[in-house]
Structure formats: C-alpha cells, structure tokens
C-alpha cells in the first residue's frame, strides 16, 4: 500500500526494526487483511487523518470507546482540567467516589466496584475473586469470546489470536490451560453437560453475553438464563464482561437488552472515554473479599488514575444526559445494514449484519451465525476484499474478518450517505 500511505509506509518500516512486528498490539499490524497498516495523525469526530494526507470515516473508533467520536470536545475539556489539577496523587482523589457511584448506579447486578487500568485486568481481577471467593480452581469461557491477554483465557480466544492461526498463545502453561474449560457459544446442551459432570469443581463461567471479539454475535433464547441457573445451582459465579458491550449495546450494556444478572461484571473502553481504563464490579459481599478487606489481592499504582476518571466520568455522564444516543446509533445502524443488504441480495451475495446499538458486524454467510464455528465458515475473502475497497474509497472498516464495527454520534447523515454507498459499490465488485 505505499502508493496509499507513502508517509505511513517509511514509519512501519522504521517501527518494525525497534518495536516487535511494528505494532504494541497484534490487530494493528492488519496482517488479517494482508496489508500494511497506516498511522494516524489526527482523530476528530468520525474521522481519522493519517500522515499521508488521508480522510477516513471509523468504524473501528479506538476498538470501541469513542462513542461520541474522536476528541469530543467535553471529554477533551474535562481531561485539560484534570491535568491542571495534577497527573496522578498515589492517594485517593474524589473523582474515584463519583466514578464509582455513577457505575453502581447505572449497571445492574454491580453494587462495589474497583478501578483498574484496562479490561485485561479487570477480567484477571474477576477471576482471582470468583476462585478465592467460591475457593475453586476451574474456569468456564466460550470459544471464540475474548477477555483480554489473560492466561487463563487465552484459549479460543477470538479475533486477534484465531486470524493467526494460533488460537492458544505459547508461553501458556499447561496447567493453566487445564484448568479452563472451553464451551461453545449458544450451545445450552454442552454447558449442561460440563455442569452435571464436573459443577461442583467450576468457579466462574466468564462470557461476553453478546460476542464482539468474533464478529457480533447475539445469544439465541434462554441461552444467558441457562448459564445463570446452572451457575446458581453448582454454587459457582457468573461473570459477565461487558468491557466491549457495556455502554455501547444500551446505557445497562447487554443488561440493557435481556434481564438476566450476573454475580460480577467487568467494564473498560467506553468508561474510560478515550483513556486506558478497566473496572470490575458486582455483589457487595464478593467484592468485599478483595483486599484490604477480604483475601484476594489486587492492586495498582495507576488505578483510578484521576486523568483517567475524568475522561471517563464526562463520557458516562454525558451517555446519561444525551438520552437519544442509543436510539441514534441504532438509526444509524439499521439504516446503514438495511442497505448493504440489499446490495447484497441483488448481487446474490450472502451477507449476514448482526447488530444493537452502537455496534454491527459483517459476515459473508448463508446462515445467520450463531457461534466460533459458524464464524470460521463466513468467507473472509470477501472481507478482506471489501476492507481494502473500503480503505481505498475512505471508510476504515476494522482490519480483520472477525472483529465488530462500531458507530458514533459523530457519524453523521452524510457519513451514513458515503459509507452505504461505499460498502454497496464494494459489495457489488466482489
Ligand atoms: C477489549 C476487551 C478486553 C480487554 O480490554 P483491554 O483494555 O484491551 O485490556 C476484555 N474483554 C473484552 C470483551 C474486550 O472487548
């Protein structure tokens, strides 16, 4: 692509002698679409610039957080003035109160909550706690559901792992791979199955209730209340990480969408508007088993950065204020599936377009897809073409197959305009 991005290009070469594959995390490196990726620049509302004098549209939005855009401007002056104020206190700061008030108010099933400095660690937070809390050694995850870079869950661990072709990480021990069972999703008789025979060992059973690391995929009926009750029933807890879906599907994320409550959530992106946050949260009595009270450990000398809460606060209280923002992104998102679809009907392409909220994805399929495997079916060839077309004609889809794609309020009615007719004219050369 050096004809494209001829500034971008002589930097990836340079990053790729001193930073390892050129990039400080793997997607970024768009080896899934067999290209060379660019850089940015600059980021305002829906679009990106790049160093070479490109404009794109985003559906990528940071992997998720810029729900409002790039460098919103109230988020942005919320950050300025808790610079003025200082860059970190190693004490408490007040901001941690609110922050953590405004989470237990808004998302159901968290009364406690701790702060830590990405999804990553509120997933290993989680999971440290629903051992010590029920003192049991094994885990539950769904194929292809993502958690961060976390040991015990980098089994079948979705989009960046799975397009590589290694879906379990070296440097994994083979202890701690054992003791995490791997399910797959929307399947209610497997999970039946492990329960009857090994419930009383299981801890937690940790799941993205709707997948966003595989693409978009939604729980088919009574698939969410199975686990619940199979969870209650064998004394383990249910872990719900909502760090892609919390504020992004509903105001409640997923819990804004069905009405089953788990025992822990895990939150990040989106709450920390734009800056590296993570956050887990849930029942008052397990969480009270964290240190300094309880006997699990958890720490950090950045968490609840007070930068960070700012950006974060503003973002949330402004999710809270703006009522219509969910109703925008749906409008946004249907309008935009609808015409892709049809595009693809007429050129008798199979396209499936999952979608709630703020968040959709494409999978060239007959079938509407319900798990890992129907995802690894979709063709990613076709994908692969259309991101490119896509890339060269202004939009920047995620640079992978398997990954979700995500609208902003700052995706406006001429930016719905150029992308439906982008995608459609990209459907129609396939
Ligand atoms: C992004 C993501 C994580 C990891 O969060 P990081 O901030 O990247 O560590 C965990 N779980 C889900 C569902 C995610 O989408």
């Known amino acids: 692509m050096a004809e494209l991005f001829p500034v971008s290009s002589k930097l990836f070469a340079r990053a790729q002698k001193v930073i390892p594959g050129g990039v400080n995390s793997p997607v970024r490196a768009f080896r899934n679409v067999g290209m060379e990726p660019f850089y940015t620049q600059s980021a305002d509302g829906c679009r990106l610039r790049t160093p070479d004098g490109n404009e794109f549209i985003d559906y990528v939005l940071t992997w998720g957080p810029a729900i409002f855009g790039h460098n919103d401007a109230e988020i942005r002056a919320a950050v300025h003035a808790a610079v003025d104020r200082g860059l970190g206190f190693g004490t408490n700061a007040p901001d941690e109160v609110r922050m953590a008030e405004l989470l237990a108010s808004v998302v159901p099933a968290v009364e406690k909550v701790r702060m830590t400095n990405s999804g990553t660690e509120a997933t290993m937070s989680a999971l440290r706690l629903a051992r010590g809390f029920t003192r049991r050694d094994k885990i539950v995850k769904f194929a ?9 869950l980098l089994v079948k661990a979705g989009s960046g792992a799975m397009t590589f072709g290694r879906p379990d990480s070296l440097g994994v021990t083979a202890g701690t791979a054992a003791d995490t069972f791997v399910l797959p999703y929307n399947d209610v008789g497997a999970a039946e199955a492990l329960f009857a025979a090994r419930g009383n060992e299981i801890a937690a059973v940790i799941v993205e209730p709707f997948l966003g690391n595989i693409g978009f995929i939604m729980p088919v009926p009574g698939f969410l209340e199975k686990l619940r009750e199979l969870t209650k029933n064998a004394g383990a807890l249910l872990i719900f990480d909502e760090v892609m879906t919390g504020f992004r599907v509903s ?5 804004g969408v069905h009405g089953v409550r788990p025992d822990l959530v895990c939150l990040g992106k989106i709450i920390g508007g734009g800056l590296p946050v993570g956050a887990f949260g849930g029942r008052a009595d397990i969480m009270d088993s964290v240190a300094p009270l ?10 609840g950065h007070p930068v960070a809460l700012a950006a974060g606060i503003a973002a949330v209280e402004k999710l809270l204020r703006e009522k219509d923002v969910y109703a925008r992104l749906s409008a946004f998102g249907e309008a935009l599936a609808g015409e892709l679809e049809r595009a693809a009907r007429e050129r008798g392409v199979a396209l499936q377009v999952p979608r709630c909220g703020g968040m959709f994805s494409l999978f060239f399929s007959e079938k509407p897809v319900r798990d890992l495997e129907d995802a ?41 305009e150029k992308t439906a007719r982008v995608l459609c004219d990209g459907i129609r050369a396939l």
């Not at 292809?144 to 015990?152: L, R």
């Not at 309880?294 to 968490?303: K, P, R, S």
């Not at 060839?381 to 890339?391: I, M, N, S, V, Y």
């Open 144 to 152: 292809g559901g993502y958690h961060g870079h976390v040991d015990a």
């Open 251 to 255: 105001l409640q994320g997923t819990m």
């Open 294 to 303: 309880g006997g699990v450990y958890q720490a950090g000398t950045f968490c």
């Open 376 to 416: 690894t079916r979709s063709d990613p060839e076709k994908a692969k073409k259309l991101f490119r077309f896509a890339l060269e004609n202004g939009v920047f889809l995620p640079p992978s197959p398997y990954e979700s794609c995500f609208i902003s309020t700052a995706h406006d009615e001429a930016a719905l």
